[in-house]
């Protein structure tokens, strides 16, 4: 019984990988053969989606331009340019590559044709707007039905009541919300597409800017254009952040009114109609609680921030309502920065090396040199489908700098295979069996690998985070891989290498499948203690001398020094009878 579990482990772990292997391209048919974009396309495909380096894509440039005919700031711009890329990269489009040229222009090259809602999305003058909060709900769009089981909120009945029965006194009033509203809110999807304007005397529905929440809005009562400054700055007293604003003589008349009217709201516990909302681009990036009423125009934003979340909603309600509006200079189909050759010539070099590797796996390891490439073909096979399936449900292209790191994971996982090798070949010296060596080095060797594998994954994350757009690729790619290298390692390799010890050929220790005990130098039979070795210039004699040699090199330093250790004991003994 012992012999055979390991073996039937062996087969449960590849069929599921086999199983893991069909769900994954069942996933990625789903997108070629049932889903659908907007414009009737499949929604996936066989093939990894490409970069604007590779591919190509749409540059579109835009020329900003102030009220007052001014050039705009460096500042500015570079505050657009962050807009610009939330909105672009919010609708799924990846790689893109947004810049400033000429103190005036701002370049958005994008991979691929650019239809129509994206073009609008992108020339789109960012909006801030004051609005009051007259209703909150959970971000879920299900509830649990009368059999128990989650059920979605219905699409709105067009028949539903869209106007107030009772005409609102105030922006903050409840009977700004119809029975059509309601439903609307329910229904409300935080994680769809949607372009998040109204018309500023309707409410609004819209949620938190990180889906915690959504809201029902009253009309707009201002826009970002009041704001004449924001800044981040501590409290006297409690040392908290706070985001403190500054208005101009129109927003601190209104906002005094508005002010007063919350506060009301507040004595009187009406909550959540004593909030008011910030909106920026139809999310809401903040709405807090109104604590007195400000008549000097000066409110301040207090919460859990840090120096850095204080700042950065500083910095978006400073410049979320840019004085800037953009018009189309040019729109225009680019072509590959690199092209077409520079990736035939990655993948020339991605080919050369797999045959280094081949090729040293097979005059290291024998026949153990096609379990290393048949572990790389599968790895190759997994990450492929994965690539696709990304493309298709996070809009991940793959650039250059992707293609390098996948070449690169190639030596990675080539490394863990080395690693336990070495270590069943070191078990093997030791005197154990071949199925023994298996076990006992997968032990080993695992702890190494995970060890290892982990530091590769935390260099991954941290280059993602804080390289540039164009190393990215790089490091997602480079995490993807150890990841399924680790995956591979333990779910393909391990269990054929249980499989292929219970063999004649690797059992049996055949010269060829590079597990052979004798040329490994196994005569070592325990602590310090050799086989007896005939010495010879030639022949068996020669090659068991230098299997012994083999085997004293590998030995421990403990080891080693015990040796030693006897050898000096021996010595000394041998003195003594001589003296006597």
């Given at each position: 019984?012992?012999?055979?579990?390991?073996?039937?482990?062996?087969?449960r772990?590849?069929?599921?990988?086999?199983?893991?292997?069909?769900v994954l391209?069942?996933?990625n048919?789903?997108?070629?053969?049932?889903?659908?974009?907007?414009?009737?396309k499949?929604?996936s495909?066989?093939a990894?989606e490409?970069?604007l380096?590779?591919?190509?894509?749409?540059?579109?440039i835009l020329e900003?331009?102030?009220?007052d005919?001014?050039?705009?700031?460096q500042?500015?711009l570079?505050q657009?340019?962050?807009?610009?890329?939330?909105r672009?990269?919010?609708?799924?489009?990846?790689?893109?590559?947004?810049?400033?040229?000429g103190g005036?222009?701002?370049?958005?090259?994008?991979p691929?044709?650019?239809?129509?809602?994206t073009?609008d999305?992108?020339?789109?003058?960012?909006?801030?707007?004051?609005?009051?909060?007259i209703?909150?709900?959970?971000?879920?769009?299900?509830?649990?039905?009368e059999?128990?089981k989650?059920t979605?909120?219905?699409?709105?009945?067009?028949?539903?009541q869209a106007?107030?029965?009772?005409?609102?006194?105030?922006d903050?009033?409840?009977n700004?919300?119809t029975?059509k509203?309601?439903?609307e809110?329910?229904a409300?999807?935080?994680n769809?597409?949607?372009?998040?304007?109204a018309?500023e005397?309707?409410?609004?529905?819209a949620?938190?800017?990180?889906?915690?929440?959504k809201?029902?809005?009253?009309p707009?009562?201002?826009?970002?254009?009041?704001?004449?400054?924001?800044?981040a700055?501590r409290?006297?007293?409690?040392?908290?952040w706070t985001?403190?604003?500054?208005?101009?003589?129109?927003?601190?008349?209104?906002?005094g009114?508005?002010s007063q009217?919350?506060n009301?709201?507040r004595?009187?516990?009406?909550?959540?109609?004593?909030?008011?909302?910030?909106?920026l681009?139809?999310?809401?990036?903040?709405?807090?609680?109104?604590?007195?009423?400000?008549l000097?125009?000066?409110?301040?934003?207090?919460?859990?921030?840090?120096?850095?979340?204080?700042k950065?909603?500083?910095?978006?309600?400073?410049?979320?309502?840019?004085?800037?509006?953009?018009?189309v200079?040019?729109?225009?189909?680019?072509?590959?920065?690199?092209g077409?050759?520079?990736?035939?010539?990655?993948?020339?070099?991605?080919l050369i090396?797999?045959?280094?590797?081949?090729?040293?796996?097979l005059?290291?390891?024998?026949?153990l040199?096609?379990?290393?490439?048949?572990?790389i073909a599968?790895m190759?096979?997994l990450?492929?489908?994965i690539?696709a399936?990304l493309?298709?449900?996070m809009?991940?292209?793959l650039?250059?700098?992707?293609?390098?790191?996948l070449?690169?994971?190639?030596?990675f996982?080539?490394?863990?295979?080395?690693?336990?090798?070495?270590r069943?070949r070191?078990?093997?010296?030791?005197?154990k069996?071949?199925?023994?060596s298996v076990?006992?080095?997968?032990?080993?060797?695992?702890?190494?690998?995970?060890i290892?594998?982990?530091?590769?994954?935390?260099?991954?994350?941290?280059?993602?985070?804080?390289a540039?757009?164009?190393?990215?690729?790089?490091?997602f790619?480079?995490g993807?891989?150890?990841l399924?290298d680790?995956?591979?390692?333990?779910i393909?390799?391990?269990?054929?290498?249980?499989?292929?010890?219970?063999?004649?050929?690797f059992?049996g220790?055949?010269?060829?499948s590079?597990?052979?005990?004798?040329?490994?130098?196994?005569?070592?039979r325990g602590?310090?203690?050799?086989?007896?070795?005939?010495?010879?210039?030639t022949?068996?004699a020669?090659?068991?001398?230098?299997?012994?040699?083999?085997?004293?090199?590998?030995?421990?330093?403990a080891?080693?020094?015990?040796?030693e250790?006897?050898?000096a004991?021996?010595?000394?003994d041998?003195?003594?009878?001589?003296?006597?």
């Amino acid at each position: 019984m012992a012999s055979t579990s390991p073996t039937r482990h062996a087969w449960r772990v590849l069929l599921g990988l086999l199983i893991v292997t069909a769900v994954l391209f069942g996933i990625n048919s789903l997108g070629v053969y049932v889903f659908k974009t907007d414009a009737g396309k499949a929604a996936s495909a066989w093939a990894p989606e490409l970069a604007l380096d590779l591919q190509g894509g749409t540059q579109i440039i835009l020329e900003a331009a102030t009220p007052d005919g001014s050039a705009p700031s460096q500042e500015q711009l570079n505050q657009a340019v962050s807009i610009i890329r939330q909105r672009v990269d919010a609708s799924g489009v990846a790689e893109a590559d947004i810049t400033t040229e000429g103190g005036r222009n701002i370049v958005v090259q994008i991979p691929g044709p650019a239809d129509q809602q994206t073009r609008d999305r992108i020339q789109a003058s960012a909006k801030l707007e004051f609005r009051a909060v007259i209703q909150t709900a959970a971000p879920a769009t299900e509830f649990a039905g009368e059999d128990g089981k989650s059920t979605p909120y219905p699409t709105p009945d067009a028949s539903l009541q869209a106007t107030p029965t009772v005409k609102p006194t105030d922006d903050s009033d409840p009977n700004w919300v119809t029975p059509k509203l309601q439903a609307e809110l329910l229904a409300f999807d935080c994680n769809a597409e949607r372009d998040g304007n109204a018309p500023e005397d309707e409410p609004l529905i819209a949620c938190e800017s990180d889906g915690s929440a959504k809201y029902i809005l009253g009309p707009m009562e201002l826009d970002g254009t009041v704001i004449n400054d924001a800044t981040a700055g501590r409290e006297q007293q409690s040392g908290r952040w706070t985001v403190n604003l500054e208005m101009d003589a129109k927003g601190t008349k209104v906002f005094g009114e508005i002010s007063q009217r919350l506060n009301a709201n507040r004595l009187a516990n009406l909550s959540p109609r004593d909030q008011f909302a910030f909106v920026l681009d139809g999310k809401v990036i903040s709405a807090p609680v109104m604590q007195a009423a400000i008549l000097n125009g000066k409110p301040s934003i207090s919460g859990n921030f840090t120096q850095e979340s204080a700042k950065a909603l500083a910095d978006q309600l400073k410049y979320g309502a840019l004085p800037l509006s953009f018009t189309v200079q040019s729109s225009d189909t680019v072509s590959a920065t690199l092209g077409s050759q520079q990736l035939q010539y990655g993948l020339i070099a991605g080919l050369i090396g797999l045959a280094l590797v081949a090729l040293y796996s097979l005059i290291t390891y024998r026949a153990l040199g096609w379990v290393i490439m048949a572990s790389i073909a599968v790895m190759g096979v997994l990450t492929y489908i994965i690539i696709a399936i990304l493309a298709w449900r996070m809009g991940f292209r793959l650039s250059l700098a992707g293609v390098a790191g996948l070449i690169v994971s190639i030596g990675f996982t080539a490394d863990s295979f080395i690693v336990y090798f070495e270590r069943i070949r070191d078990e093997l010296r030791d005197g154990k069996s071949i199925t023994a060596s298996v076990e006992d080095g997968w032990g080993r060797a695992k702890r190494t690998i995970y060890i290892s594998k982990s530091i590769n994954v935390l260099a991954a994350v941290v280059l993602f985070i804080l390289a540039d757009a164009t190393v990215k690729g790089f490091a997602f790619t480079l995490g993807l891989t150890t990841l399924i290298d680790v995956f591979i390692f333990v779910i393909f390799t391990h269990p054929v290498m249980q499989l292929l010890a219970r063999t004649r050929f690797f059992g049996g220790g055949h010269k060829l499948s590079g597990l052979d005990p004798h040329s490994l130098g196994a005569v070592y039979r325990g602590r310090a203690q050799f086989r007896d070795v005939t010495v010879g210039s030639t022949g068996r004699a020669a090659r068991a001398k230098g299997a012994r040699g083999e085997a004293e090199k590998r030995q421990t330093i403990a080891e080693r020094k015990r040796a030693e250790s006897f050898a000096a004991y021996g010595s000394k003994d041998a003195g003594k009878d001589s003296d006597s």
